[in-house]
Structures are given as structure tokens and as C-alpha cells.
């Protein structure tokens, strides 16, 4: 068992306050990601947990233990970085015995240790070669198993995929992937990358300037955020925020989008009055071609085979949005399409960028 929660956690460098109040409560073999934008605190807070930096204020739990003053080895985790910090005079062997030659444990054990890391990484057949000799792929696997024989409580990954091309980084997410199935083991992810964070997470930590903004599941991220800021984080291509004024509050939203087009949305309207400004986000793969519903112009076009995504402006207006499609859409760049927009899937947000409560509708008239 292996529970993380971190209790009013904060660091100050000086008079700079980089993390604000962090409460998260990390469930035992659970795959946690934080992302977010450079400069948001997420690898500070990775180093805390580590023991690599001390919290200003705060306590780290781990098992139900306070570690917050503990030495990094006493914690029971492991990290793995983004450089991949190997010996290069050693042996792939050497390099993944290498903390627990430290430890001194005795020969068969670690000889055991070592074995079974190289089976679940699949270097059995790199074990002599050096690190110069191998791929980025395989080093970062070298890296890993290095953590693997210490046998954590707690693996930690700063951003350990960010240094290798796009095509090796989806493998090493399928990869990562398994690797915690296989070991069964709790895990903290840090990236910038909301893909990476998408398809490895158990749930996301969505940070913004050292703050939480919200914590939950990605298909729960995705279909529910509660800022702007999330729903521009999260989904790729990024959501469509178009701007409009509420013309009404009852019975729903009613609005009027930048370009003239009007919809009424089930969204709770409490704190909003007729004449507010509103962002309605829209996410590119929720439109449809149609007759009626709002006029795009078509200023760049990619046929991607399944999907065909455009990048235009909303009628003469500059405000840009974008669709995705399907594949063969009847659509040309240079010229004019009109999408329709179904009001359950918009999300709207006030001023403040908090999102609107959706209304729920009654199970009867469902």
C-alpha cells in the first residue's frame, strides 16, 4: 500500500510564493499526472514530495507517515528525471545495480533485482552494453529500471519522455503505461504535455501558478471544467472560446455569439444578468456542417485521412475557431462554411473564468 496526500503545501523562494496551499489526496497504485504550463509549480512540488526541497509550510504523508523532514532515501520513492542521469563508464548492468550496490545487498538479490528489471523493461539482451551504445528510448528505460530495483513505495517521473522525438514518445507512454499495470505500483507524472497526461493518468492535477485548479479523471477534465483555464488545457485541438452577450436567464443561457448567431443554453444563470459578457467554449470536434448556426471562414485547411481540421475566423469578425471534421468534409479553404452547435455540449464561463453549473435535466423528461 502506498497512499500519498499532501496537507497546505506551500514554498516561497524569498518574497516569490511559487506553490499556494497544495491539499491532494493520492489513492494507493493510483497513476497521478500534474501538467500544466511552464512555470506553474508542478516540478517544485514533485521535488518536495521527493524530499529534494523542503516545504515552506505543509506537511508530506506517506502510508499515514509524516516524512515532510525525512531524508530523501528514507521515503521509500524513486524518481526518475528528465536528463537520464546514467554513468556512462558503466554497463547497462551496472548503472540499473548501482543503488543497490549502495545499499550493499548481498550478490544473489541484486543479481535477482537486476534480472527482473531487465525482463520488464526488456534489456536482458542490453545488460553489457554502455549507455552510448543504446537508443533515448533505451536509456530512459535503463533510468526506470534503476527505480524499479529499489523496489519504492512511490515512483516519481519529471518529465522523463520530454528529450526524445514525437514518435518514441508514444511508445514510451504505451510503455509507461504498462509498466504500472505490470508493477501494480503508485505512481506521480509530471509534464507539460496534456496528451501524455490524457492517455497515462488515472487522474490529472491541472496547476496554474503554483495553485490547483482542479483535480479529477480526464475523461472528467475534458466533459467538466471548472475554469477557462482547464478547458483550454485540456483536448487537442484546444477549445473554441467565442465570445457573447446574455440576452436572457430564463428557462437557460440565452446568448448572442460574436457573428450574430443566438442559442440558448442549459447552464445555470445564477449571478448573471441580461447584458453580461460570457465566453461560450466550444470544442472543435462538437460542430457539424449544417444550414444554419454559425458562418465560419475558412482561412487554413488539413486533410488528416479520418478527420479534417479547419482554422478559420467567425464571419468578419477576427475572433478564430477551429473544427474538426470528418475526413472528407465538403469544404474548401478560401471559402465559407456554416457549423452547427448542439447547446449540451457548450461550456460557458463568466468573467471571472468559472464555468457555468450545467443544468441536469429530470430523469423523466430524458
Do not use: W
Amino acid at each position: 500500500m502506498a497512499t500519498l496526500d499532501l496537507n497546505q503545501v506551500s514554498k516561497s523562494f524569498g518574497a516569490a510564493k511559487v506553490l499556494h496551499d497544495i491539499n491532494l489526496a493520492i489513492e494507493d497504485k493510483e497513476f497521478v499526472v500534474f501538467v500544466g504550463p511552464s512555470g506553474c509549480g508542478k516540478s517544485t512540488l514533485l521535488r518536495i514530495i521527493a524530499g529534494l526541497e523542503e516545504a515552506t509550510t505543509g506537511s508530506i504523508i506517506i502510508n499515514g507517515e509524516d516524512v515532510s523532514t525525512a531524508h530523501p532515501v528514507d521515503r521509500g520513492i524513486s524518481m526518475v528525471f528528465q536528463s537520464y542521469a546514467l554513468y556512462p563508464h558503466l554497463t547497462v548492468y551496472e548503472n540499473i545495480a548501482f543503488p543497490l550496490r549502495v545499499q550493499k545487498l548481498p550478490k544473489p538479490e541484486l543479481e535477482e533485482a537486476v534480472a527482473r528489471a531487465a525482463d520488464i523493461l526488456q534489456l536482458t539482451d542490453k545488460l553489457q552494453l554502455k549507455p552510448g551504445q543504446l537508443s533515448g528510448g533505451q536509456r530512459q528505460r535503463v533510468a526506470i529500471g534503476r527505480s524499479i530495483v529499489r523496489n519504492p513505495k512511490i515512483f516519481l517521473f519529471d518529465e522523463p519522455l520530454s528529450n526524445l522525438d514525437a514518435a518514441l514518445r508514444g511508445d514510451m507512454r504505451v510503455e509507461l503505461s504498462q509498466l504500472h499495470k505490470q508493477l501494480d505500483a503508485t505512481m506521480v507524472y509530471v509534464t507539460h504535455d496534456q496528451i501524455e497526461a490524457m492517455t497515462m493518468a488515472d487522474r490529472i492535477v491541472v496547476l496554474k501558478d503554483g495553485r490547483v485548479e482542479q483535480f479529477g479523471s480526464p475523461m472528467d477534465l475534458y466533459h467538466h471544467p471548472a475554469t477557462r483555464f482547464v478547458a483550454s488545457f485540456i483536448g487537442q485541438p484546444n477549445m473554441n472560446f467565442v465570445p457573447a452577450t446574455v440576452t436572457g436567464t430564463k428557462g437557460g443561457l440565452a446568448v448572442d455569439l460574436e457573428g450574430g448567431h443566438q442559442m440558448v443554453l442549459p447552464v445555470d444563470t445564477t449571478g448573471v444578468a441580461k447584458g453580461d459578457p460570457v465566453e461560450v467554449g466550444i470544442r472543435p470536434e462538437d460542430v457539424a456542417l449544417g444550414e444554419s448556426g454559425l458562418d465560419i471562414s475558412i482561412r487554413v485547411l488539413e486533410r488528416l485521412g479520418g478527420a479534417t481540421i479547419t482554422y478559420g475566423t467567425i464571419g468578419s469578425a477576427e475572433t478564430r475557431f477551429c473544427s474538426s471534421l470528418a475526413g472528407n468534409a465538403p469544404i474548401e479553404q478560401g471559402t465559407n462554411m456554416t457549423l452547427t452547435i448542439a447547446p449540451e455540449s457548450c461550456h460557458v464561463f463568466n468573467a471571472n473564468g468559472d464555468v457555468l453549473s450545467r443544468l441536469t435535466v429530470p430523469e423523466q423528461t430524458r
